[in-house]
T-cell receptor
C-alpha cells in the first residue's frame, strides 16, 4: 500500500510569490491534515480536510489556504510569501481511527 | 491555549539501557495520545498510540498514560544507536477531528 505522497520535495521561492503544495493520501483515507514544522515553533497544525470540507483550521493567517478534491488529494496554497514561511510542510492522512501518517514533506525556502 | 510539553533534551543513554521520555498536556479533555519518532531530515513516523490509562507495550516500546496527572511517557528498552532521533508527543483533544497538538520533541541520543 503506497504511503502519503507529497510534491514537490523542495521549493525555493522569493518573497511575495505564491506557492502550491500537493498531497496524495494513502488509498482509502479521506482525511488530510497539513502541518508546518520549523525549528523554533515545532509542528503546528494548519488545517484538516475531510470529504472535501475543511473540518478544522489552525491559527495561521488567511494567506494559507487549502482544498481537497473528490479523490481525497489535497493542495495547500500560500500567497504573498514571507521569509518566515520557510519551513517543512507536512501532510498527513488518516483512515478510520485517529492515527495520522505523514508524507515526506515539502521543504520550502523563501529568499 | 492547549499545550503539550516535553523536555527538549538531549537525553543521552548508553546502548542497552532504558530510555524514558516524558510528556505533559494541559487539556483534560484529551482523548488520544501518540508518540512519533523523527529522524533528522525525515518526517515523523508513528510508533505508539494509547487511549486508556495504564501501559501499552509493543516490542521494545511501552507507552504509559495517566490521565489524572495529565502525563504520558514512552519507555524504550534495550536502546540501540538506531533509536537516536527526536521523539514527538502528540495529543488529540475532544471534538478535534484529527487535529493533533504536538510537543516540541525530545532528542534522544543512544551512545554505543
Amino acid at each position: 500500500k503506497a504511503g502519503v505522497t507529497q510534491t514537490p520535495r523542495y521549493l525555493i521561492k522569493t518573497r511575495g510569490q505564491q506557492v502550491t503544495l500537493s498531497c496524495s493520501p494513502i488509498s482509502g483515507h479521506r482525511s488530510v491534515s497539513w502541518y508546518q514544522q520549523t525549528p523554533g515553533q515545532g509542528l503546528q497544525f494548519l488545517f484538516e480536510y475531510f470529504s472535501e470540507t475543511q473540518r478544522n483550521k489552525g491559527n495561521f493567517p488567511g494567506r494559507f489556504s487549502g482544498r481537497q478534491f473528490s479523490n481525497s488529494r489535497s493542495e495547500m496554497n500560500v500567497s504573498t510569501l514571507e521569509l518566515g514561511d520557510s519551513a517543512l510542510y507536512l501532510c498527513a492522512s488518516t483512515g478510520q481511527g485517529e492515527k495520522l501518517f505523514f508524507g515526506s514533506g515539502t521543504q520550502l525556502s523563501v529568499l | 491555549q492547549k499545550e503539550v510539553e516535553q523536555n527538549s533534551g538531549p537525553l543521552s543513554v548508553p546502548e542497552g539501557a532504558i530510555a524514558s521520555l516524558n510528556c505533559t498536556y494541559s487539556d483534560r479533555g484529551s482523548q488520544s495520545f501518540f508518540w512519533y519518532r523523527q529522524y533528522s531530515g525525515k518526517s515523523p513516523e508513528l510508533i505508539m498510540f494509547i487511549y486508556s490509562n495504564g501501559d501499552k507495550e509493543d516490542g521494545r516500546f511501552t507507552a504509559q498514560l495517566n490521565k489524572a496527572s495529565q502525563y504520558v511517557s514512552l519507555l524504550i528498552r534495550d536502546s540501540q544507536p538506531s533509536d537516536s532521533a527526536t521523539y514527538l508527543c502528540a495529543v488529540l483533544g475532544q471534538n478535534a477531528g484529527n487535529m493533533l497538538t504536538f510537543g516540541g520533541g525530545t532528542r534522544l541520543m543512544v551512545k554505543p
